[in-house]
T-cell receptor, first 115, second 112 residues
Framework: DAEITQSPRHKITETGRQVTLACHQT?????MFWYRQDLGHGLRLIHY???????NKGEVSDGYSVSRSNTEDLPLTLESAASSQTSVYFC??????????????FGPGTRLTVL | QKEVEQDPGPLSVPEGAIVSLNCTYS??????FMWYRQYSRKGPELLMY????GNKEDGRFTAQVDKSSKYISLFIRDSQPSDSATYLC????????????FGAGTRLFVKA
């Protein structure tokens, strides 16, 4: 069965370190998304990609970067981790960007703590 | 003002109750309206999908969209303890590249 996986599931790091969160999907979807989820804010879009070599900034992109070298993977990098980036991060993918096929399939999440 | 407003709850109801969850929005360009369910420590999963105004029913769940009032609702009949989860409304449209905007989510507890 197709799926979307994230690794690691839990990560503790120190302020100032570079951190990369992995996202891998086997749906063969063109669209991939990274969100962070915090109490009171719901899901906020960090970056998204509509295909290989395409990346776009979302609502809360400062301090984060992504690259898309193939269809399956969209790693999220925190250039210099800050305590404000402590959050739960979700990766998602979808077949289309709009219309009835824009259901997003979410990974299990990565819980990141920055000390 | 957020594009999508959703009361975070928590909402606690007894088993068998009818639950009403709601969201309001400000962007009239939204055309696609969704409800996602998220169990604790899991990713969200699509529960209901509605295009434009009207009702959609799926088992114990009914989604309503009132575009004139910019208001959407999810009703759960005969609620069960297994319905305990966070429910996120979401919407998208032909604006900003069809990005999906999520509400903050309402935490629901159904007591046996």
């Amino acid at each position: 069965d197709a799926e979307i996986t994230q690794s690691p599931r839990h990560k503790i790091t120190e302020t100032g370190r570079q951190v990369t969160l992995a996202c891998h999907q086997t749906w063969n979807h063109n669209n991939m998304f990274w969100y962070r989820q915090d109490l009171g804010h719901g899901l906020r879009l960090i970056h998204y990609s509509y295909g290989v070599h395409d990346t776009n900034k979302g609502e809360v992109s400062d301090g984060y970067s992504v690259s898309r070298s193939n269809t399956e993977d969209l790693p999220l990098t925190l250039e210099s981790a800050a305590s404000s980036q402590t959050s739960v991060y979700f990766c998602a993918s979808s077949e289309s960007a709009g219309g009835p096929d824009n259901e997003q399939f979410f990974g299990p999440g990565t819980r990141l703590t920055v000390l | 003002q957020k594009e999508v407003e959703q009361d975070p709850g928590p909402l606690s109801v007894p088993e068998g109750a009818i639950v009403s969850l709601n969201c309001t929005y400000s962007n009239s360009a939204f055309q696609y309206f969704m409800w996602y369910r998220q169990y604790s420590r899991k990713g969200p999963e699509l529960l209901m999908y509605t295009y434009s105004s009207g009702n959609k029913e799926d088992g114990r769940f009914t989604a309503q969209v009132d575009k004139s009032s910019k208001y959407i609702s999810l009703f759960i009949r005969d609620s069960q303890p297994s319905d305990s989860a966070t429910y996120l409304c979401a919407m998208s449209g032909n604006t900003g590249g069809f990005k999906t905007i999520f509400g903050a989510g309402t935490r629901l507890f159904v007591k046996a």
